[in-house]
């Protein structure tokens, strides 16, 4: 081979096209091997994607609803390019989880001059639902506190009191900037909280402090719901009801659920999530009222297993 090469190259006249014929041969092979390998590529991307995309619909019917979640990621593979014939759904963990594995065979096309004739697709997905645990900015944090004994859900209730046996002169309110600042806030940050739910730097989790906020809070609180009543009535696309609302409606909050530590600071132990009456009552207007909902999903929170499910949950992709 070396020599004919050699004697090849000495004969000037056919040597060019000769070396330009195995340059090209060898290129147009490789271009063609790159091609497949791309093909394969860009199939595994699109179904990890696609069983990605359905694990993380389908978590969202768990752990209540698990031939719903099974349904749902279905739909969501077929809709994202998989065939039911490609991909298998399954509850896991107690009904806490769902996987997805994608299997199948892509053929190959230019790899066959080498006996290759099919590569594997087979990227899975898994994602877990569990009580929200971790919940920061944009999450929906209210600066009012519940007891755990005080939560019945699906029937009408009082979420604050306006008045009357308070202990030593707290109404249930908190004190959210005291998550970053040990001094606190007043009553300006506790109607901003409650207006727009807790947006500054710090986390409410389990067995975090929270300072006691002082007062009845009466005028903060009536502007802070009559706020989100008007937020919900001008930009959800519906007539909102507990049972029936938008999924980021201004009518739905979450409280931390918790006891009072020496008549100062408010010990979390959970999360609940309370759906606000649409009209402010007459009386005492610093009165909140509505009904305990679940489940409530806060997305971006971490999963907290050793707090009391309330049916306030978050969902990961674990794999
Ligand atoms: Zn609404």
């Known amino acids: 081979m070396l020599k004919g090469l050699k004697q090849l190259f000495r004969d000037e006249s056919g040597a060019a096209i000769v070396i330009v014929t195995i340059a090209l041969l060898v290129i147009i092979g490789c271009m063609a091997l790159v091609i ?18 359905a694990v993380l619909a389908g978590v969202g019917e768990l752990p209540l609803n698990p ?9 969501y593979a077929l809709a994202n390019g998989l065939s039911s014939e490609q991909v298998v759904f399954q509850i896991q963990d107690s009904g806490k989880s769902i996987r ?16 290759i004739y099919s590569a594997k697709v087979k990227p899975t997905a898994k994602a877990r639902v569990g009580p929200a645990g971790q919940l920061g900015a944009g999450m929906g944090v209210v600066p009012i506190a519940v007891e755990q004994d005080e939560i019945v859900f699906d029937k009408p209730m009082t979420l604050k009191e306006g ?42 989790k389990r067995d975090t402090l929270i300072l006691e906020e002082n007062g009845n809070m009466s005028g903060p609180t009536r502007r802070a719901i009559e706020y989100r009543i008007a937020k919900c009535k001008a930009e959800c696309d519906r007539e909102c009801t507990a049972a029936d609302h938008d999924p980021d ?21 959970s999360f609940a999530a309370f759906y606000l009456s649409p009209t402010i009552g007459n009386g005492n207007n610093s009165v909140i009222t509505g009904q305990y909902v679940r489940p409530v999903t806060v ?19 674990v794999e």
């Open 36 to 53: 497949d390998v791309g093909v394969v590529y860009a199939e595994r991307i699109q179904a990890s994607n696609a069983v990605d995309a």
């Open 67 to 75: 031939g719903n979640a099974l349904a749902i990621a279905q739909n």
């Open 100 to 115: 997805g594995i994608v299997d199948y065979d892509q053929p190959m096309y230019f790899a066959r001059v080498f006996n």
């Open 163 to 204: 008045g009357g046996s308070g202990e030593q002169g707290w109404y249930g309110c908190l004190d959210l900037v005291s998550l970053t600042k040990p001094s606190g806030g007043g009553a300006s940050e506790y109607e901003h909280y409650l207006t727009y739910g807790y947006d500054g730097s710090g986390t409410v």
């Open 249 to 269: 409606c201004p009518l739905l909050v979450i409280v931390p659920v918790g006891k009072m530590i020496n008549n100062k600071y408010f010990q979390v132990e």
């Open 299 to 317: 997305p971006g929170a971490k999963i907290d297993d050793s707090i009391a499910d309330n049916g306030v949950y978050t969902r990961v992709l």
